[in-house]
């Protein structure tokens, strides 16, 4: 048996290349259609929103879903739409301070460290991603700034014991403001207090000496408040009762001046009928009422003095005698 190696054809190997080239072809068109495949759709969660860019010109699209797109025409770039935050004067996960960002000076020149937490969201997927390079950045610095800005406005009681809701309210205000003047696709959820207190020991321990003052305070108005509500009542009845007593006592002096006008005005009319006998009978009627109450002295003139007390005594003797 022969054992030459015998080379194939000219037309041998126009075949087999022929067969490479058809295989290759078919291997590149497939590979092409999955590529157009996976290319051509995209899906969204409930929790994203999606900018979809045709020759740079960019949508949102916020549906959740599937979605078809033209594949190497359109690209499509998914942003976070649910609210994140982070923290201003401390690392979150270790809760170290960080004074760069939280010591600040209050309206009266005194210092404090102010911690807080903003909340936010992507209010516009389109400005969020285009209007700037870093919108998170500058969220941070808005807020730092409007902190320190309206902290500065305040003394540093208020800040610390009973002004930080206010303070927050006004914070968020000024940062909303800002925002919409910047439009870079953020939208302010929240921002909080998370701790106020001043930089020392000895100034935090004087604060809350302070703070304890002002809930001794509160406590000694609330008593004296229910001590009030307790008593007003007792007052009002009585002040109705005296009011009541007034008014029976002013109703009986009309009453009795009433009679005794009426009384007049009858003896005047008998006075004018006949005005000798009415004198003489109210003079008998007044002297009726004196004499009994009155004392009688008699002094003999040499020093003994004999007292008859009181006249009706000596007439009922005599009306005895009789």
Known sequence: MSNVYEFPSKD????????????????IILTVIVLLAFNSYYTINEQEQAVVTTFG??????????HFKIPFIQKVKK?????KGFPIGYVEDTDFSVESESLMI??????????FYVEYKVADPIKYLYASSDPETILKNVAQSNIRTIVGSYDVDSVITDGKYEIQSKIKESIIKQLSEFDIGLMLVNITIQDSEPPTNEV???????ETAKQGKETAINNANKYRNEKLPEAKA??????QEAEA??????????????KFNEMYEEYKKNPYITKKRMYYE??????????VIIDSGEGNINKLLPLDSLTDTEGGNE
């Open 79 to 83: 942003v976070d739409a649910t609210i």
């Open 204 to 210: 935090m321990e004087a604060f809350k000496s302070v």
């Open 238 to 243: 009585e002040a109705d009762r005296i009011i």
């Open 106 to 115: 209050t309206r009266d020149f005194n210092f404090v460290n102010v911690d």
């Open 286 to 295: 007044t002297m009726e009422e004196i004499l009994p109450s009155l004392k």
């Open 12 to 27: 041998e190997f126009k075949n087999f290349f022929k067969k490479f080239k058809n295989v290759l072809l078919t291997v």
């Open 249 to 262: 006592t002013k109703a009986k002096r009309i009453n009795e001046a009433e009679a005794a006008v009426a």
């Open 57 to 66: 010109k960019a949508k949102a699209v916020s549906e959740a879903g599937l």
